[in-house]
């Protein structure tokens, strides 16, 4: 498979600056995980041939590994099968450690991108994109079919070059059994999470290592405004709040009672549910009645040689069953108003009734500041 070989000119840190990126994507879902290595694991591989004898186009779907690989929720084997039932295609997944960063030192190193479609993308990985390479990786996509099924709000690419196809919400996840007589209540806004009723109760993530802990840092940006977020976050310190590395760390000290409240997504009482856990502990809690939008995105390689079956791909990806399933097994809210969904998901996921988030232009001027500055506090204390 020969594609277009990339050849860009570094931007400021080149490939340097890569080293301490994977981490910041690392995650948004209950079943993301981390990797900084280069190597490329594919699912799915060997040639096929048509009915008539000839070969059969392939499309390289490149994300992250537990879209494909966690056997029990990944949607990536679904995906694989209903497609290729229904495209006279063969779909196969690359699934690099280092994910995005892998496809960025392959641009500035030159090197062939041997890939169609990345699903998996985020805002924070657009940012990296344009800062590292003049150019970027993906071409604009117009004219969907089903593109305009997108809710408006969930698009975070000025471009155009980013589809999205799922979302989260940031919450506060509680458990309402560790109160006296089993009737603990998480508090309702920002500022009464700083009551010494909560002390030592919240549970967090570092915003510099874990997409969980940076949405509830903005959060608390757009809530308190970037001259007060810093302020707010020391009175967090001094009620006690505990940071821990990344969601996982902090999810399994929440599931094992060290506290009471952690943060997480408001589609938690769905994985609950299914996996027969009591919903008693797994409350959700929207602070100031808004949660922070965290919408994953696919996007078309520039240079790829099967540009039509990409685009359709890109159209499957947003249909109403698609959806549904995507959702269902990412445990995460579907990005279009069309999706079919059973009515057990929509009891159990809850929605927030204001959803928050910032811009791309905000993010790419602001946001190394914001968690550096964060970063600088904690660090002084």
């Known amino acids: 498979m020969k594609r277009r070989t990339f050849l860009r000119a570094a931007g400021a840190g080149g490939i340097a600056g890569l080293a301490g990126c994977a981490g910041g994507d690392g995650d948004a879902t209950e079943t993301t995980t981390e990797g900084t290595t280069e190597d490329t694991s594919e699912t799915s591989t060997g040639t096929a041939t048509g009915t008539a004898g000839g070969a059969v186009p392939e499309l390289v779907v490149a994300t992250y590994g537990p879209f494909v690989d966690a056997p029990s929720s990944s949607p990536g084997a679904w995906i694989k099968e209903t497609f290729e039932s229904e495209f006279d ?46 150019d970027g990786l993906f071409t604009p996509v117009n004219g969907l079919s089903r593109g305009g099924d997108v809710k408006e709000s969930l698009s975070f690419d000025p471009k155009g070059r980013t589809i999205p196809y799922d979302t989260s919400y940031v919450s506060i996840v509680y458990n309402e059994t560790l109160g006296d007589n089993g009737a603990y209540s998480a508090p309702e806004t920002f500022d009464e999470l700083l009551d010494p009723a909560y002390e030592g109760d ?43 590395s990344d969601w996982s760390s902090s999810y399994t000290a929440y599931s094992n009672e060290e506290a009471p409240m952690v943060v997480s997504y408001s589609t938690d009482q769905v994985y609950a549910q299914r996996s027969g856990e009591d919903l008693a502990k797994h ?64 009891e159990y996921a809850q929605a927030p009734p204001e959803a928050v988030t910032f811009t791309y232009d905000a993010l790419r001027d602001n946001v190394s500041e914001w968690t550096q500055a964060w970063e600088r506090q904690f660090a002084s204390k």
């Open 283 to 346: 409350q959700i809690r929207f602070l100031n009645d808004q949660g922070y939008a965290y919408p994953e995105g696919m996007a078309l390689f520039e240079g790829t040689d099967t540009p039509e079956l990409a685009r359709s791909f890109l159209d499957f990806m947003l249909r109403p069953d698609v959806q549904g399933e995507i959702a269902q097994r990412n445990v995460a809210f579907p990005a279009t108003t069309t999706a079919e969904l059973p009515a057990s998901f929509s």
């Open 89 to 134: 295609a063969t779909l196969r997944y690359a699934t690099p450690d280092s994910e995005i960063n892998y496809f960025i030192e392959r641009a500035l190193r030159g090197v062939d991108i041997d890939a169609d479609v990345y699903v998996g993308l985020n805002v924070d990985m657009l940012i990296r994109i344009d800062e590292q390479l003049d």
């Open 202 to 244: 919240l549970l967090a993530q570092n915003p510099t290592a874990s997409a969980t802990g940076k949405s509830f840092l903005l959060h608390t940006i757009k809530a308190k405004g970037a001259n007060g977020y810093l302020d707010y976050w020391k009175q967090l310190q001094d009620n006690g709040v505990r940071i821990l």
